[in-house]
C-alpha cells in the first residue's frame, strides 16, 4: 500500500495547526524540495521534540498544480467553487498549498511549522495561520460534540484515500473556517439549539425525529442505499474576538463534500437551508489534494 501522509488517518491530536499559502513568481523548484522533504522533516521533529505522534500533511490546490509539481492533475481536482442563496455565502479564497499538523502539543506543531514556514521562505506568502484546539472533550464552541459519526479503524483509509494509481494512498481536501455568532448561538433556547444540530447538547444522541434543517438531516445524504461520507479533522479555534470552527474534510473524491455542502447552503432542492448557518458563517474555502507520501518524495 501507498503510504498516506500521516495527518490524514491518524486520530486527530489535542492541537492542531492549519497554514494556507500562495506561491510567489518564479521558480518553483525550491517548494518542491521541501514538499517532498516533509515526510521525513516530520519524522525528525517527531524525534526531536519527544513527539512521536506529531503528524502533517500538505496538499496542492488545482490553480498551482501544474506549475509546481509538472505532473498530471488528479482527476476531479478543480478550484473550490463559491455558492450564494441570497445572504448565505460559502466563498472561495486563494490557497496554494495547505499545510495540516496536529498532535497532543502545540510545542511541536509550531516547531515542524517554523521549520517548513523556513525551508519555504519567501518561494511563499501565508495567507492564514490557525491554531486549533480540543476543547471540553470533542466538542465545537457551540458546545455539542463534533466526530461522533466519523469513520473509525480501518474505515478511515476507506473513506479518505484514493484507491488507483497514478494517486493511491492521496486524498481530496476541503477546507473552510467557519467563523460562529455565539451570543446569538447562546441565546437560542436548549430545544433550539438540539433541533438545529440534530442531536443532543449534554449526552450527544442522535435525535429520532429531526426538523429538515438540522445539521445531520442536511449532510446525511444516501446514495444506492450508501451513505456518503468524508473524515472530518475540524477544530475549535479562535479568541474572544473571533472564533469558530476550522473544518478540514479528506475524501477519496470531492463530490461527497460538495453534495453536503450544497445542501447545507442552497435551499432550491427542498426549500431548507442548515440552520447553523444561521449562526455561523464561511469565511474562506479552498479545495486541494493532498499526495501520498511517496508521490511526494519522488517530487525531488
Ligand atoms: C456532523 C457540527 C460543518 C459534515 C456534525 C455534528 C456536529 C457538527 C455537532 C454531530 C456529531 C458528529 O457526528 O460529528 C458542525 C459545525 C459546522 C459543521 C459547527 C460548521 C461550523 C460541516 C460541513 C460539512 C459537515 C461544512 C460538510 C460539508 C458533517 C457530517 C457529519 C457532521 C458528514 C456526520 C453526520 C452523520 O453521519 O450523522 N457536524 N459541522 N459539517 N457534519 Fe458537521
Same mark, same amino acid.
Given at each position: ?45 517527531? %524525534? ?8 502533517? #500533511? ?11 509539481? *509538472? ?5 476531479? =481536482? ?18 496554494? =498549498? ?11 506543531? =509550531? ?31 457551540? *458546545? ?22 497514478? !494517486?493511491?494512498?492521496? #486524498? ?16 437560542? #433556547? ?18 429520532? %425525529? ?23 479533522? #475540524? ?11 476550522? !473544518? ?53
Amino acid at each position: 500500500m501507498t503510504q498516506p501522509q500521516s495527518a490524514i488517518c491518524a486520530e486527530g491530536g489535542d492541537f492542531g495547526l492549519f497554514l494556507t499559502l500562495v506561491l510567489a513568481d518564479g521558480d518553483t523548484a525550491a517548494v518542491r524540495r521541501v514538499l517532498a522533504a516533509l515526510p521525513d522533516m516530520t519524522e525528525s521533529v517527531a %524525534v526531536q521534540s519527544g513527539e512521536p505522534a506529531l503528524t502533517s #500533511s500538505v496538499a496542492i490546490g488545482a490553480a498551482c498544480w501544474p506549475r509546481l509539481t *509538472g505532473r498530471e492533475c488528479p482527476d476531479g =481536482l478543480v478550484p473550490f467553487a463559491p455558492l450564494a442563496d441570497g445572504a448565505r455565502k460559502a466563498p472561495a479564497t486563494p490557497a496554494d =498549498l495547505f499545510l495540516h499538523i496536529h498532535s497532543p502539543r502545540h510545542d511541536a506543531n =509550531l516547531m515542524l511549522a517554523r521549520r517548513v514556514a523556513g525551508a519555504l521562505g519567501n518561494h511563499v506568502r501565508v495567507v492564514e495561520e490557525v491554531m486549533g484546539f480540543r476543547h471540553l472533550g470533542k466538542r465545537d464552541l457551540t *458546545g455539542f460534540v463534533d466526530g461522533t459519526e466519523n469513520p473509525e479503524g480501518d474505515d478511515r483509509t476507506e473513506v479518505a484515500l484514493v484507491k488507483d494509481d497514478p !494517486f493511491a494512498g492521496g #486524498s481530496f481536501v476541503s477546507l473552510q473556517r467557519y467563523v460562529h455568532d455565539l451570543p446569538r448561538w447562546e441565546a437560542l #433556547s436548549l430545544p433550539d439549539q438540539e433541533a438545529a444540530v440534530g442531536r443532543t447538547k449534554d449526552s450527544d444522541e442522535e435525535m429520532e %425525529v429531526k426538523p429538515p434543517f438540522a445539521h445531520i438531516a442536511r449532510v446525511v445524504i444516501e446514495e444506492d442505499g450508501e451513505e456518503l461520507e468524508v473524515l472530518r479533522h #475540524s477544530m475549535p479555534y479562535g479568541t474572544t474576538s473571533e472564533n469558530g470552527l476550522y !473544518f478540514v474534510a479528506y475524501c477519496a473524491s470531492p463530490a461527497p463534500f460538495r453534495k453536503m455542502l450544497e445542501r447545507m447552503v442552497l435551499s432550491a432542492g427542498d426549500g431548507h437551508h442548515d440552520r447553523l448557518l444561521d449562526f455561523t458563517r464561511p469565511v474562506t474555502g479552498a479545495a486541494f489534494f493532498a499526495p501520498s507520501a511517496d508521490w511526494l518524495r519522488a517530487l525531488d
